[in-house]
């Protein structure tokens, strides 16, 4: 995808550190706040994948379907297709912005001057463009998919932020097709192990990075036993969210072999972990 929006996860944890930032804590190795800037860089970082494959597309002229952070809803509240379009707009691009379910009207598209780059009709979106980037994976998107395809007789190219779409999609057409988390052949046993040993990490980093953050705010603000925070108090609430945020229990971290060198940052960060979770205290 091009980027997590919404009104919760791009500020959460800022929040949650706020106190430790002020103190002048070192966030170097923190899994919550470099994922933020995972995040922040996304939106470019789809724009240097997308020209990988189809060259520079600067001056091109570009549909961006989907303005709502999350799909088949119209919220826009930090949404990373209007940082994409501004960027692309850097790029000198000729955008329109297609979404079924946002109203022209939108304050963030307006906030982010963008209201007049954006139309609910998507045929007038996809006419004459040389490509498509697909960001929100709204419903209808995959329902159209057909109707995108043969869309414009100009298409040269669209880059899929949702895996909604497949390379077998395009067998029978010239438009180039290209997207993020899609490889060229199935994973062998070793690197599917490699992502979820990884992604454990991530869960066990987060939970100890959390863990070290409650008892910074109990030692430093809590005046008795009955305002400190509970983590497992935590953890249920958190559980109780409608998205599900699952919180593991904290413990010691340790890497994990592999023969593959491009190993991610988070992933990084939650090996090189242990040590600076001690300074969080």
Known sequence: MIGVGGHCLPKDGILLWWRKIESVADTSLSLILNSRDVNNSSPSESIKLAETKFGDISGKRIALLGAAY???????????????????????????????????????????GLTNYFTNDLENALDNVDYVILCTAHAQYLDEKENIIKSSTKLKGIFDG??????????????????IGRGKQDPDDELVNYVYEGFKLLEKGVANELFRIIEFLNNKYASD?????????????????????????PGTISSIPSKYENISKLVKCSINSQAFEEKLI
Not at 94 to 105: E, G, R
Not at 162 to 179: A, K, L, R
Not at 226 to 243: M, P, R, Y
Request: hydrophobic share 30%.
């Open 162 to 179: 949702c895996n909604i779409y497949t390379s077998n999609d395009f067998v029978n057409s010239n438009i180039i097709y290209t997207g």
């Open 70 to 112: 999350r799909f088949n809803s119209e919220d826009t509240r930090n949404s990373p297709t209007l940082v994409l379009a501004n960027e692309l707009l850097n790029k000198n691009c000729d955008i329109i912005i297609h979404d079924p379910y946002v109203k022209i009207s939108d304050k963030n598209l307006e906030k982010y």
């Open 225 to 249: 036993e009955f305002n400190k925070i509970d983590f497992k108090e935590v953890q249920t609430l958190a559980g109780s969210c409608t998205t599900g945020c699952h919180i593991v229990e």
